[in-house]
């Protein structure tokens, strides 16, 4: 079955306690992105990755890195959590060419206390 | 900047009532304007991808529209299993394949 899957479900951490939240995928996408969903302010972009080794920033990186070793795995890496990262954690991926929609994965809800 | 803004927040239904969401944008050059259904505890699903103004796309109860300026998501007799919230996205020309989505649209809709 093609998906997007994400780990941890649900994570309470606390504070400055480094984590990783991994992302893989199995149908041999090239693009893949990391999204925070927060109420009121929809799905925010965190990093995207075009192709293995190839990432960049989105609209809020700060306090977060991401790495492409592989092409389905994208793992997010909060090094220092604060509470402001406490959020619901969504990753995707697409084939890779513009038009081309997004799969989800079920999301990781970050809580950091 | 871009903004992609949706109303109303949330939009209680009784069942078989029919209703329009919307989703307004700004953005400089619209590569496509795509429409997700998200369920409580789940990541969001594909419903629609619009390229140009006039497009129309259908897929049972739900039928998106596309204007220069915004889309709107009808839903004609609404059932329960319907309730979730829809998210509209746009991916602008000259931006690769990122998206900006708006905060969404909540609907419940009532037996």
């Known amino acids: 079955e093609a998906q997007v899957t994400q780990n941890p479900r649900y994570l309470i951490t606390v504070t400055g306690k480094k984590l990783t939240v991994t992302c893989s995928q199995n149908m041999n996408h090239e693009y893949m992105s990391w999204y925070r969903q927060d109420p009121g302010l929809g799905l925010r972009q965190i990093y995207y990755?075009?192709?293995?080794?190839?990432?960049d920033k989105g609209d809020v990186p700060e306090g977060y890195k991401v790495s492409r070793k592989e092409k389905r795995n994208f793992p997010l890496i909060l090094e220092s959590p604060s509470p402001n990262q406490t959020s619901l954690y969504f990753c995707?991926?697409?084939?890779?060419?513009?038009?081309?929609?997004?799969?989800f994965g079920s999301g990781t809800q970050l809580s950091v206390l | 900047e871009d903004q992609v803004t949706q109303s109303p927040e949330a939009l209680r239904l009784q069942e078989g009532e029919s209703s329009s969401l919307n989703c307004s944008y700004t953005?400089?050059?619209?590569?496509?304007l795509f429409w997700y259904r998200q369920d409580p505890g789940k990541g969001p699903e594909f419903l629609f991808t619009l390229y140009s103004a006039g497009e129309e796309k259908e897929k049972e109860r739900l039928k998106a529209t596309l204007t220069k300026k915004e889309s709107f998501l009808h839903i004609t007799a609404p059932k329960p299993e319907d309730s979730a919230t829809y998210l509209c996205a746009v991916q602008e020309a000259d931006y690769g394949q990122n998206f900006v989505f708006g905060p969404g649209t909540r609907l419940s809709v009532l037996p």
């Open positions: 953005v400089s050059g619209l590569r496509g």
């Open positions: 995707a991926s697409s084939p890779g060419h513009t038009n081309e929609k997004l799969f």
């Open positions: 990755s075009m192709n293995v080794e190839v990432t």
